[in-house]
């Protein structure tokens, strides 16, 4: 299987792009050994898995004065995308996120929790998942815009969305973040989470791996 999965992504990539890539977690053993195998080298770590128990203290978030936290609404999508882009560095339209993301199966704008500038803008976010079956919750993604930075305004859209998953019945709720970004560390950290995995990074030179 990642024998062909590999030849069939490297029969698809740009003739420029060097590498076919892949990511796994570190305990993962097994597809470790087999990718090795086919030629495929770990070359970064990429992500820090990090979990909270659900059961701990929540604090209640601490709010710049007029600001509010609240779910989003389908009629966010223009001030969604911007507060994105600009934590993010993406070029997202409103219809595109409107389109892309918030008609999507799956998505509930109740679990994207944003923090309202007094001024109307969204100066943080918070989307969250949950998987009722094993009682987990899950962070994907997390921002602030950029010109409401260090005013504690991530971490109040998270405890928010902490306290609703909760009240859920969910145990345990698990957020990643790049192992570079040490601001995301360190939000994450204050609010107990604990890394207890790593995913790493491999790559394959495109038209030699394969032949294990």
Request: with cysteine; glycine share 8%.
């Given at each position: 299987m990642l024998r062909a999965a590999y030849e069939s992504t490297a029969a698809a990539m740009d003739p420029a792009e060097p590498y076919v890539l892949t990511d796994l977690f570190d305990c993962d053993t097994?597809?470790?050994?087999?990718?090795?195998?086919?030629?495929?080298?770990?070359?970064?770590?990429?992500d820090h898995v990090n979990d909270r128990d659900l059961g701990l203290?929540?604090?209640?978030?601490?709010?710049?004065?007029?600001?509010?936290?609240?779910?989003?609404?389908?009629?966010?999508?223009?001030?969604?995308?911007?507060a994105r882009n600009h934590s993010f560095e993406e070029d997202w339209t409103g219809e595109q996120y409107r389109s892309e993301v918030m008609d999507k199966p799956g998505y509930d704008p109740a679990?994207?929790?944003?923090?309202?500038?007094?001024?109307?803008?969204?100066?943080?976010?918070?989307?969250?998942?949950?998987?009722?079956?094993?009682?987990?919750g899950h962070f994907e993604p997390v921002g602030t815009h950029r010109d409401f930075q260090r005013r504690g305004l991530g971490r109040a859209v998270m405890l928010e969305a902490m306290r609703r998953m909760r009240d859920l019945g969910l145990s345990t709720v698990t957020v990643n973040h790049n192992a570079e970004n040490t601001a995301a560390h360190a939000l994450y950290a204050s609010l107990g989470f604990v890394r207890t995995h790593e995913t790493y990074g491999f790559r394959a030179p495109v038209g030699r791996a394969g032949r294990g």
């Amino acid at each position: 299987m990642l024998r062909a999965a590999y030849e069939s992504t490297a029969a698809a990539m740009d003739p420029a792009e060097p590498y076919v890539l892949t990511d796994l977690f570190d305990c993962d053993t097994t597809r470790i050994g087999l990718l090795e195998q086919l030629g495929f080298e770990r070359f970064r770590t990429w992500d820090h898995v990090n979990d909270r128990d659900l059961g701990l203290p929540l604090p209640s978030p601490a709010l710049p004065e007029g600001f509010r936290v609240r779910s989003a609404r389908l009629e966010d999508a223009d001030r969604l995308a911007v507060a994105r882009n600009h934590s993010f560095e993406e070029d997202w339209t409103g219809e595109q996120y409107r389109s892309e993301v918030m008609d999507k199966p799956g998505y509930d704008p109740a679990r994207e929790i944003v923090a309202e500038a007094p001024d109307g803008r969204i100066a943080a976010f918070a989307v969250y998942w949950v998987d009722e079956l094993n009682g987990v919750g899950h962070f994907e993604p997390v921002g602030t815009h950029r010109d409401f930075q260090r005013r504690g305004l991530g971490r109040a859209v998270m405890l928010e969305a902490m306290r609703r998953m909760r009240d859920l019945g969910l145990s345990t709720v698990t957020v990643n973040h790049n192992a570079e970004n040490t601001a995301a560390h360190a939000l994450y950290a204050s609010l107990g989470f604990v890394r207890t995995h790593e995913t790493y990074g491999f790559r394959a030179p495109v038209g030699r791996a394969g032949r294990g």
